[in-house]
């Protein structure tokens, strides 16, 4: 069975609009944060990755928002892999307020995977391993 990583934060105050909530720009903050931490969890480091000329980069992002975090309020991001095919890794997230654990946003983030050329390289077998117990579908490395 697959799972998810997560990561509580707290809404800043600077990271409010005028109209008291979060400015929609700030979610993308959070979300990136999320994968962020999942990959150091899962023993894999981005700024290693790009001291070594390749990258794993955001190539989409859709994102679908629900209600408005405000000043000081907790929630938890979570991130899924779901799907590993090719050069892509297919992520889904959410975050939720807690502690009533309201869905706030829904998003699915398209990373791929770039040799020293910046051409879309295969995901080694060490990040699928890596990858493997947050797997929702993995499609064959065709």
């Known amino acids: 069975m697959s799972k998810a990583y997560f990561v509580e934060l707290a809404v800043r105050d600077y990271e409010l609009d005028p109209y008291g909530v979060v400015n929609n ?7 990136e944060h999320a994968r962020h931490d999942f990959l150091n969890s899962v023993g894999i480091d981005p700024a ?11 190539a989409e992002i859709r994102v679908r928002f ?7 309020e907790r929630f938890r991001v979570s991130v899924t892999v779901e799907e590993l095919r090719g050069a892509r890794a297919v992520m889904g997230q959410r975050i939720v307020r807690l502690p009533e654990e309201t869905l706030v946003l829904e998003a699915t983030a398209v990373a791929v995977f770039l040799d020293e050329a910046g051409r879309p ?8 391993r890596a990858f493997a117990p947050y797997v929702q579908h ?3 490395n065709a």
């Open 25 to 31: 720009s700030v979610y993308f903050n959070y979300l």
């Open 48 to 58: 290693q990755v790009a001291r070594q000329g390749r990258a794993l980069t955001l």
């Open 66 to 72: 629900r209600r408005p975090l405000r000043s000081r």
């Open 121 to 128: 390289m295969r995901i080694s077998p060490h990040i699928r």
């Open 138 to 140: 993995e499609k064959p």
